[in-house]
T-cell receptor, first 116, second 112 residues
Framework: ETGVTQSPTHLIKTRGQQVTLRCSSQSGHNTVSWYQQALGQGPQFIFQYYREEENGRGNFPPRFSGLQFPNYSSELNVNALELDDSALYLC???????????????FGEGSRLTVL | LAKTTQPISMDSYEGQEVNITCSHNNIATNDYITWYQQFPSQGPRFIIQGYKTKVTNEVASLFIPADRKSSTLSLPRVSLSDTAVYYCLVGRVGDSSYKLIFGSGTRLLVRP
């Protein structure tokens, strides 16, 4: 148990639709990262939020966007869904970010998105 | 960000010691080495982190030679529940630009 909860756990969408995934981090964790994990591959970094500001982004198009709220929970939004967006989306939080990051992230169990 | 190279898969038997080696030839002076474990349909879990020589915790040991161009994760007396994917990552702890970048990992299968 990492204390990081994600919702929904599973969902099915069709191409062109939009999806919002939610993440509740551990109390006091000010940094949230989002990862996409396709079947059989390692997690791919999407972006990170530190104290409500985006703090780094991986090689994902602008239709992947996010938010971090004052309580440090976070959302991942994906617009214009494509078949290749089918994956496990992982949220991870950390008690320290910015210049104090330790390289230790606490991951949730993910949201499995299927795009038909 | 230093790239890492790991074996794609490894097999072992219960009770054996398993050593997974990771190559990171371009590791920078301030980079740390971190290992994560992932079970199917779960998020990765932090196992151990080190900078040089040897680090040990209740789960594993991490051996880092003097040149730091490789590292070895050692799992003592594995059990069936150690079947998982193991990821080796390098990066500059304490740097706000450091983001965990995962490779494909090593799939460890522990047999009875």
């Amino acid at each position: 148990e990492t204390g990081v909860t994600q919702s929904p756990t599973h969902l099915i969408k069709t191409r062109g639709q939009q999806v919002t995934l939610r993440c509740s981090s551990q109390s006091g964790h000010n940094t949230v990262s989002w990862y996409q994990q396709a079947l059989g591959q390692g997690p791919q970094f999407i972006f990170q939020y530190y104290r409500e500001e985006e703090n780094g982004r991986g090689n994902f198009p602008p239709r992947f966007s996010g938010l971090q709220f004052p309580n440090y929970s976070s959302e991942l939004n994906v617009n214009a869904l494509e078949l290749d967006d089918s994956a496990l989306y992982l949220c991870a939080s950390s008690p320290r970010g910015g210049g104090e990051n330790t390289g230790e992230l606490f991951f949730g169990e993910g949201s499995r998105l299927t795009v038909l | 960000l230093a790239k890492t190279t790991q074996p794609i898969s490894m097999d072992s038997y219960e009770g054996q010691e398993v050593n997974i080696t990771c190559s990171h030839n371009n590791i920078a002076t301030n980079d740390y080495i971190t290992w994560y474990q992932q079970f199917p349909s779960q998020g990765p879990r932090f196992i151990i982190q080190g900078y040089k020589t040897k680090v040990t915790n209740e789960v594993a040991s991490l051996f880092i030679p003097a040149d730091r161009k490789s590292s070895t994760l050692s799992l003592p007396r594995v059990s069936l529940s150690d079947t998982a994917v193991y990821y080796c990552l390098v990066g500059r702890v304490g740097d706000s630009s450091y983001k965990l970048i995962f490779g494909s990992g090593t799939r460890l299968l522990v047999r009875p």
